[in-house]
């Protein structure tokens, strides 16, 4: 009994240690914010120093040694602990997919409104801070970090690849960077960036849509095959093997 209590206890401390990793389940906008800047823990924490996930996972691990005992349980704990830490990482927290999720879907709409403050004349720095300004949102946040190093006398590739972590903005960190070095208009390509983001938007949203209904046969037939065997074949098979006994 006490040893089944104490293995409860620290899978009750993996579990609060796992809870509070995830915050952004609770309090998704308090951890948009904190995402921009770096907390003092993470600031002053040495690199050795096991962050929460694998505290979690080590707990987990003792959980399972405490249960299980003895040289099996030390093994059993070790291989616990290492594939708990790997799964957990593999894990997207629920801020930072809602973050790329909205900064994949904002895109489009930011790289029109950065060619129309273009072709209005304004210079590309302006441009980037005023559509940052009008747009909100978490990519508006790198776009004004974009505008800013611009404004600072920083290189288009500086300032630019503060939109490498979002997807699809590879092609406009190209287009940018190209028409920096070699002067081409910007405008037109962002353009044809949007409509193509857009396009691949939809191609996507298709090939999902396929996929589910794929998945959603999978049940059925589950369903469907016990079904027919028990209602179809084996009233079948049981005459015949009366007629034949």
């Given at each position: 009994?006490?040893?089944?209590?104490?293995?409860?206890?620290?899978?009750?401390?993996?579990?609060?240690?796992?809870?509070?990793?995830?915050?952004?389940?609770?309090?998704?906008?308090?951890?948009?914010?904190?995402?921009?800047?770096?907390?003092?823990?993470?600031?002053?924490?040495?690199?050795?120093?096991?962050?929460?996930?694998?505290?979690?996972?080590?707990?987990?691990?003792?959980?399972?040694?405490?249960?299980?005992?003895?040289?099996?349980?030390?093994?059993?704990?070790?291989?616990?602990?290492?594939?708990?830490?790997?799964?957990?990482?593999?894990?997207?927290?629920?801020?930072?997919?809602?973050?790329?999720?909205?900064?994949?879907?904002?895109?489009?709409?930011?790289?029109?409104?950065?060619?129309?403050?273009?072709?209005?004349?304004?210079?590309?720095?302006?441009?980037v801070l005023a559509?940052?300004?009008?747009?909100g949102g978490p990519?508006?946040?790198?776009?004004?970090?974009?505008?800013?190093?611009?404004?600072?006398?920083?290189?288009?590739?500086?300032?630019?690849?503060?939109?490498h972590p979002v997807?699809?903005?590879?092609?406009?960190?190209?287009?940018?960077?190209?028409?920096?070095?070699?002067?081409?208009?910007?405008?037109?390509?962002?353009?044809?960036?949007?409509?193509?983001?857009?396009?691949?938007?939809?191609?996507?949203?298709?090939?999902?849509?396929?996929?589910?209904?794929?998945?959603?046969?999978?049940?059925?037939?589950?369903?469907?095959?016990?079904?027919?065997?028990?209602?179809?074949?084996?009233?079948?098979?049981?005459?015949?093997?009366?007629?034949?006994?």
């Amino acid at each position: 009994m006490p040893r089944q209590a104490l293995a409860a206890g620290c899978l009750a401390g993996a579990a609060l240690v796992l809870l509070v990793t995830g915050g952004s389940v609770v309090r998704p906008r308090r951890r948009l914010r904190l995402l921009t800047r770096p907390t003092v823990a993470e600031r002053t924490r040495p690199s050795w120093w096991p962050d929460r996930i694998r505290l979690g996972a080590g707990l987990a691990g003792v959980a399972v040694l405490i249960v299980v005992g003895g040289w099996a349980g030390l093994l059993a704990g070790v291989l616990s602990s290492l594939a708990a830490d790997r799964l957990l990482r593999r894990i997207e927290p629920r801020a930072v997919r809602d973050r790329r999720l909205r900064e994949s879907a904002d895109l489009p709409l930011a790289a029109d409104l950065l060619a129309a403050a273009l072709r209005a004349g304004a210079p590309v720095d302006r441009s980037v801070l005023a559509v940052a300004e009008a747009l909100g949102g978490p990519l508006a946040e790198r776009l004004g970090r974009v505008g800013r190093t611009l404004q600072l006398g920083g290189t288009a590739a500086e300032a630019w690849a503060h939109l490498h972590p979002v997807a699809g903005a590879e092609r406009l960190v190209t287009a940018a960077v190209r028409s920096s070095n070699s002067g081409t208009a910007l405008a037109g390509a962002l353009t044809r960036l949007a409509d193509e983001l857009r396009s691949d938007r939809a191609t996507a949203a298709e090939a999902t849509a396929r996929r589910a209904g794929v998945l959603i046969v999978l049940p059925l037939g589950l369903c469907f095959l016990p079904a027919f065997i028990l209602a179809g074949l084996v009233p079948v098979i049981v005459a015949v093997l009366g007629d034949v006994l």
